[in-house]
């Protein structure tokens, strides 16, 4: 079956610029999350939703960025006015539910603002 | 201070060896679950093991363990018979199921595994 997907796989854009990454999750997994991989760095928390709950935004770095995740499937992250140090590998990743131990990563949207 | 721990800056092992990846974490949660990625240079994230706080074996999955030691918080990757296709970079990461955010993974900064012929 599919995994997940993200779209694009690379992206350059002007600082100052907003972008949109998008993601599609595995069907039928409830849980979904970004994460942000910078250069030869671990991969950092940004914000996770599980179902109709409300999202957990505690890892967004600023109120630059933001997500949203429509009929609890594909997932939107926007990152506003973007700055040179966004640049980064955004990943998302899905899981059937939040007590699911293994999340299914995708394989990124590298983002460069020049 | 940081939850996960790697500070191995590079590992090197001939093909066929065994070889061990360390991860020491920090938690005050008593259940928390551990993990190892694997991410090779195309870039994707591969699941290879789950450790859980209460599990009382060490978990395998095929030519992956890990070795739980709950006391010294560590939770090391030993990978044996080694394959050229274990070159990547391997990272340890935590979920707390108590700090709000059920099943967020907290990632340590990895280790670069080469695997010689």
């Known amino acids: 079956g599919a995994g997940v997907s993200q779209s694009p796989s690379n992206k350059v854009t002007e600082k100052g610029k907003d972008v949109e990454l998008r993601c599609d999750p595995i069907?039928?997994?409830?849980?979904l999350y970004w994460y942000r991989q910078s250069l030869g760095q671990g991969l950092e928390f940004l914000i996770y939703?599980?179902?109709?709950?409300?999202?957990?935004k505690s890892g967004l770095p600023s109120d630059r960025f933001s997500a949203e995740r429509t009929g609890g499937s594909v997932s939107t992250l926007t990152i506003q006015r973007t700055q040179q140090e966004d640049s980064a590998v955004y990943l998302c990743?899905?899981?059937?539910?939040?007590?699911?131990?293994?999340?299914?990563f995708g394989p990124g949207t590298r983002l460069t603002v020049t | 201070a940081q939850k996960i721990t790697q500070t191995q800056p590079g590992m090197f092992v001939q093909e066929k060896e065994a070889v061990t990846l360390d991860c020491t974490y920090d938690?005050?949660?008593?259940?928390?679950?551990l993990f190892w990625y694997k991410q090779p240079s195309s870039g994707e994230m591969i699941f290879l093991i789950y450790?859980?706080?209460?599990?009382?074996q060490n978990a395998t999955e095929g030519r992956y363990s890990l070795n739980f030691q709950k006391a010294r918080k560590s939770a090391n990757l030993v990978i044996s018979a080694s394959q050229l296709g274990d070159s990547a970079m391997y990272f340890c990461?935590?979920?707390?199921?108590?700090?709000?955010?059920?099943?967020?993974?907290?990632f340590g900064k990895g280790i670069t595994l080469s695997v010689r012929p």
């Open positions: 990743a899905s899981s059937l539910a939040v007590s699911s131990y293994e999340q299914y």
């Open positions: 069907s039928g997994h409830t849980a």
């Open positions: 939703f599980q179902g109709n709950s409300a999202p957990d």
């Open positions: 938690t005050s949660d008593p259940s928390y679950g």
């Open positions: 450790q859980g706080s209460y599990d009382q």
């Open positions: 990461a935590m979920r707390e199921p108590s700090t709000g955010a059920n099943s967020k993974l907290t």
